[in-house]
């Protein structure tokens, strides 16, 4: 049988590994972006980070959902003994109790959903990281990028909206999230409490409303100032590599 010469491929003639002192003539690996194993690398990534992103907007979503969903029907058992018993001291205290339950289930739901928003800020930061990389492999290309590519915290939170962090708009943007709007609920339910322990204690409604009122305003400040505080906590320790060239740079 006639043999058949079939010359090696470029992995064969080539080894890898780092060079002989003896000058053997083994070449050495390319490493970083040079490779061209990093882009199928840099693209397996990209698409883990997105797929973390939408199990964490799912998990957020379902999370409202189930609070929402269960507040409406406490509401609805609270209307069903009113209409049994009357609005009577016995009914304020159960009401009391069905309230406080409703607020920790709230506070419960507003934590885990703080948290997720905590993942999805590092999923978006290794994402920009990751079009950084793209830009360095062909040089030019982040023109055609709708999002940063710098993994810079300003850069990172300008996928949320509006970047003017602090300001009226900024807050008036927060409002329409899902944690704002959860937050408002929660300060009604905080508010209603109140108002219902007030009501048992002093028999004044003009007096349980006006506080209801102050434990809505008071609980939304509170949760506004504590969520400022950890979003220039994320600002001060998030590290960035690739950072935005100038301090209000967004590409």
């Known amino acids: 049988m006639e043999e ?13 590994g780092p060079p002989d002192a003896e000058g053997t003539g ?5 490493v970083g972006l040079a490779d061209p194993r ?21 998990e957020a979503f379902a999370r409202a959902g189930m609070f929402l969903a ?4 406490t509401l609805v058992v609270l209307g069903l003994i009113s209409t049994a018993t009357g609005f009577s001291e016995a009914f304020l205290i159960v009401t009391a109790v069905v309230l406080a339950l409703d607020l920790f289930i709230g506070l419960a739901t507003l934590g885990r959903i703080a948290a997720a928003s905590n993942e999805d800020i590092r999923y978006l930061q290794g994402m920009n990281r990751i079009r950084h990389a793209y830009q ?13 590519h ?7 939170a300008s996928h949320y909206g509006p970047s003017t962090f602090g300001s009226v708009a900024g807050v008036a943007h927060g409002l329409t999230t899902t944690p704002g709007m959860i937050t408002v609920i929660c300060g009604g339910v905080a508010g209603g409490l109140l108002g219902v322990l007030l009501l048992l204690t002093t028999h004044d409604a003009v007096f349980a409303g006006l506080g209801g009122l ?7 400040l509170i949760v506004t100032l504590v969520s400022m505080r950890r979003v220039v906590a994320w600002s001060t320790h998030m590290q960035a590599l690739f950072p935005a060239p100038g301090p209000d740079a967004r590409d």
């Open 214 to 220: 102050l434990g809505l305003a008071l609980f939304c």
């Open 136 to 148: 360095e492999i062909v040089p030019g290309v982040d023109r055609y990028f709708v999002t940063s």
């Open 150 to 156: 710098h993994d810079d915290f300003r850069s990172v």
């Open 4 to 16: 058949r010469f079939v010359p090696p491929t470029m992995a064969e003639a080539q080894p890898v």
């Open 26 to 30: 083994v070449v050495s690996p390319k």
């Open 70 to 73: 269960f507040l409406s029907a």
């Open 38 to 58: 990093a882009l199928q690398i840099l693209t397996t990534e990209h698409w883990s980070l997105l797929s973390a992103r939408a199990l964490v907007y799912n």
